[in-house]
């Protein structure tokens, strides 16, 4: 075993150099041990949450993204209240206990309206826990929300180190503001998740390495880890997806170094490859979240091509996603 796997498991901390030495470790050693610890805290349940696409609107510009404000070739679509409202009836009536709320920074789902839709699905759905994915905000609008009733929400950081941050987005967004953001929420009590891109481009190894290091020391409840997809309408279109097998990696590293939180086997990584959910969740992975959005507009919210939003991904394929879970030797939660 490595010296500094061993640390890992001793809940020490490690510098980047560390990390580097377990990013390029060669064997299984890492992904087993890292599904062992995901058992012991989880045992072979996958916890399964409804992800509700709610906007394809953004004012962001990231160069990965296939809904990036500048693409003028989207179909721009965006669910309303009562849309949104008969969808968390189908996520409750297939028994799913947390809907995630997920879409680019649109300016209409902020401020009020977005507080009041959290008022209104807590008061239809007072048993159902509701996590938000919807991007950078102020301090204000994340306390509005918090004080409205919300209690989980995902920003991730995609890549930690300023340089690379700056090959991935245009200059008005930068990683500070970012951060800033992800402890805005962790201070005023959200359970705050990160997460990021494995194989973005210009990304090397340390990159991961600092990833790792800045999770390790945040400590989030819930973290984000899937490969980079190409878009035929980004400045990236031609670049190579990311690895499934550092993926993977990097999805055991974040388990040992986060016993704890929620690391979802995301809809990128089985995307990327038919196989890619079953390596996740025996690497350490422990949620899956299939798609409750309107079928009409799956494909609308395309991040990247050729995204898995049917079948064992979609709600009405729920039945299929167990019996697959079950093969792998889990139960869905």
Same mark, same amino acid.
């Given at each position: 075993?490595? %010296?500094?796997?061993?640390?890992?498991?001793?809940?020490?901390?490690?510098?980047?150099?560390?990390?580097?030495?377990?990013?390029?470790?060669?064997?299984?050693? *890492?992904?087993?041990?890292?599904?062992?610890?995901?058992?012991?805290?989880?045992?072979?349940? *996958?916890?399964?949450?409804?992800?509700?696409?709610?906007?394809?609107?953004?004012?962001?510009?990231?160069?990965?993204?296939?809904?990036?404000?500048?693409?003028?070739?989207?179909?721009?679509?965006?669910?309303?209240?009562?849309?949104?409202?008969?969808?968390?009836?189908?996520?409750?009536?297939?028994?799913?206990g947390t809907f995630v709320?997920?879409?680019?920074?649109?300016?209409?789902?902020?401020?009020? &309206?977005?507080?009041?839709?959290? @008022?209104?699905?807590?008061?239809?759905?007072?048993? !159902?826990?509701?996590?938000l994915s919807l991007g950078?905000?102020? &301090? %204000?609008?994340?306390?509005?929300?918090?004080?409205?009733?919300?209690?989980?929400? =995902?920003?991730?950081?995609? %890549?930690?180190?300023?340089?690379?941050?700056?090959?991935?987005?245009?200059?008005?967004?930068?990683?500070?503001?970012?951060?800033?953001? *992800?402890?805005?929420?962790?201070?005023?009590?959200?359970?705050?998740?990160?997460?990021?891109?494995?194989?973005?481009?210009? @990304?090397?190894?340390?990159?991961?390495?600092?990833?790792?290091?800045?999770?390790?020391?945040? @400590?989030?409840?819930?973290?984000?880890?899937?490969?980079?997809?190409?878009?035929?309408?980004?400045?990236?279109?031609?670049?190579?997806?990311?690895?499934?097998?550092?993926?993977?990696?990097?999805?055991?590293?974040?388990?040992? *170094?986060?016993?704890?939180?929620?690391?979802?086997? %995301?809809?990128?990584?089985?995307?990327?490859?038919?196989?890619?959910?079953?390596?996740?969740?025996?690497?350490?992975?422990?949620? !899956?979240?299939?798609?409750?959005?309107?079928?009409?507009?799956?494909?609308?919210?395309?991040?990247?091509?050729?995204?898995?939003?049917?079948?064992?991904?979609?709600?009405?394929?729920?039945?299929? =996603?167990?019996?697959?879970?079950?093969?792998?030797?889990?139960?869905?939660?």
């Amino acid at each position: 075993m490595p %010296t500094s796997l061993a640390k890992l498991l001793q809940c020490e901390l490690l510098e980047e150099h560390e990390f580097l030495e377990l990013l390029t470790y060669e064997g299984r050693e *890492i992904e087993e041990t890292a599904g062992r610890v995901s058992v012991e805290h989880f045992g072979r349940e *996958i916890k399964l949450r409804g992800l509700i696409e709610l906007s394809n609107y953004c004012r962001s510009d990231c160069y990965y993204c296939g809904i990036r404000a500048s693409n003028k070739a989207v179909d721009r679509y965006r669910l309303t209240k009562e849309e949104i409202l008969e969808v968390c009836s189908v996520g409750e009536g297939l028994g799913l206990g947390t809907f995630v709320l997920q879409g680019g920074e649109d300016p209409f789902w902020r401020g009020a &309206r977005l507080v009041d839709l959290v @008022q209104e699905l807590h008061r239809c759905y007072p048993k !159902v826990v509701l996590t938000l994915s919807l991007g950078e905000m102020s &301090r %204000t609008e994340y306390q509005e929300l918090y004080d409205a009733g919300a209690r989980r929400y =995902l920003l991730r950081h995609e %890549t930690i180190d300023p340089l690379h941050f700056k090959q991935l987005h245009p200059p008005r967004q930068r990683i500070e503001h970012r951060i800033e953001a *992800i402890h805005a929420l962790k201070e005023i009590g959200f359970e705050t998740g990160v997460g990021g891109m494995v194989g973005s481009p210009g @990304q090397k190894l340390y990159h991961l390495a600092l990833d790792l290091a800045f999770i390790q020391r945040l @400590q989030p409840a819930m973290i984000g880890i899937g490969p980079f997809l190409p878009h035929h309408d980004t400045p990236f279109r031609s670049y190579p997806s990311g690895s499934l097998e550092r993926t993977v990696r990097m999805v055991a590293l974040c388990r040992l *170094i986060c016993p704890t939180a929620n690391i979802p086997a %995301t809809t990128a990584v089985a995307s990327l490859s038919s196989e890619g959910r079953r390596q996740a969740i025996e690497a350490g992975a422990n949620v !899956v979240m299939p798609n409750l959005s309107p079928p009409r507009f799956r494909k609308l919210y395309q991040l990247y091509d050729h995204k898995a939003s049917f079948g064992s991904e979609a709600a009405e394929g729920i039945e299929i =996603l167990r019996r697959e879970l079950s093969s792998y030797g889990f139960t869905a939660k």
